[in-house]
T-cell receptor, first 113, second 114 residues
């Protein structure tokens, strides 16, 4: 069974601080997606990484896929209150021939003004 | 371009009843997946449909079923509701079927079983 472990589960920081969220597995994934979800809403896709070692930037957010495609990280620079939400990583298994996603448990981020 | 539409947004049902949830994917998308989200278990995969056929199924009891219509719209049904079925049910739409296809989620249907 493929599992994705996210850490930390909760993070409360002050505006302007930097943070990193990790998503780890012992399994290889063909791709990994990061989502942000706000209370009462569905997850919103932020980025998809496919190639081992790939780095993608979205304004103050930097996403990296591990060389072995078993792990990923999300780094936020100078966090703002608008970054508050639940961050989810989701992976597609290499042995899977479907679009089924395996989700991590999520990281709840609170950015205080 | 309209996003994924799920109806209804909120639903309250009694134990033992059944419920049907609806999902309209993004125009042109042919794949629909369903997920259950609870505080304890997170997001768990229910099933995936492509071209009116169920392609993959998660580890849920047979009380959970679904279908997809020729216009790609999908419904999921839960029969004999239990308290533990209370959750946010999310539908995800993808352009195609298979690997590396990005999934776009609807706002979800919040089901409460009392």
């Amino acid at each position: 069974t493929q599992l994705l472990e996210q850490s930390p589960q909760f993070l409360s920081i002050q505006e302007g601080e930097n943070l990193t969220v990790y998503c780890n597995s012992s399994s290889v994934f063909s791709s990994l997606q990061w989502y942000r979800q706000e209370p009462g809403e569905g997850p919103v896709l932020l980025v998809t990484v496919v190639t081992g070692g790939e780095v993608k930037k979205l304004k103050r957010l930097t996403f990296q896929f591990g060389d072995a495609r078993k792990d990923s990280s999300l780094h936020i620079t100078a966090a703002q209150p608008g970054d508050t939400g639940l961050y989810l990583c989701a992976g597609e298994g290499v042995t899977s021939n479907t679009g089924k996603l395996i989700f991590g448990q999520g990281t709840t981020l609170q950015v205080k003004p | 371009k309209a996003g994924v539409t799920q109806t209804p947004r909120y639903l309250i049902k009694t134990r033992g009843q059944q419920v049907t949830l609806s999902c309209s994917p993004i125009s042109g998308h042919r794949s629909v997946s369903w997920y259950q989200q609870t505080p304890g278990q997170g997001l768990q995969f229910l099933f995936e449909y492509f071209s009116e056929t169920q392609r993959n199924k998660g580890n849920f009891p047979g009380r959970f079923s679904g279908r997809q219509f020729s216009n790609s719209r999908s419904e999921m049904n839960v029969s004999t509701l239990e308290l533990g079925d209370s959750a946010l049910y999310l539908c995800a739409s993808s352009l195609g079927y298979g690997r590396n296809t990005e999934a776009f989620f609807g706002q979800g249907t919040r089901l409460t079983v009392v």
